[in-house]
Nanobody, 123 residues
């Protein structure tokens, strides 16, 4: 079981930026397809961004052009750079390891999950 630890969350004003980081355990990180999800209070967990082992990236329409996902296989980390933040981006953000099959957009297609990091955007 892969252990994932997110960090970098916090409180930021509208229009501000934050970078989230997810550190993964194990030696096979370079082979993992990774994703970031978020869940706001009272809502379902939703896809934010994904990156394949081959560095192909995927984004939800709501964050396209504002968020950038990247990975550093030497450090076993996947990052999410968030800019032009809006109050509706407020949520707990989770990283996860994608299973072999299935799309990036559906949470059940992901296996290991981190504990999440809170992002709050004030208006």
């Amino acid at each position: 079981q892969v252990q994932l630890v997110e960090s970098g969350g916090g409180l930021v004003q509208t229009g501000g930026s934050l970078t989230l980081s997810c550190a993964a355990s194990g030696r096979a990180f370079s082979t993992y397809d990774m994703g970031w999800f978020r869940r706001a209070p009272g809502t379902e967990r939703e896809f934010v961004a994904g990156i394949s082992s081959g560095y192909i990236t995927y984004y939800a329409d709501s964050v396209k052009g504002r968020f950038t996902i990247s990975r550093d296989n030497a450090k076993n980390t996947v990052n999410l750079q968030m800019s032009s933040l809006k109050p509706e981006d407020t949520a707990v953000y989770y990283c996860a390891v994608k299973r072999q099959f299935g799309s990036y957009y559906s949470p059940p297609n992901f296996g290991s999950w981190g504990q999440g990091t809170q992002v709050t955007v004030s208006s």
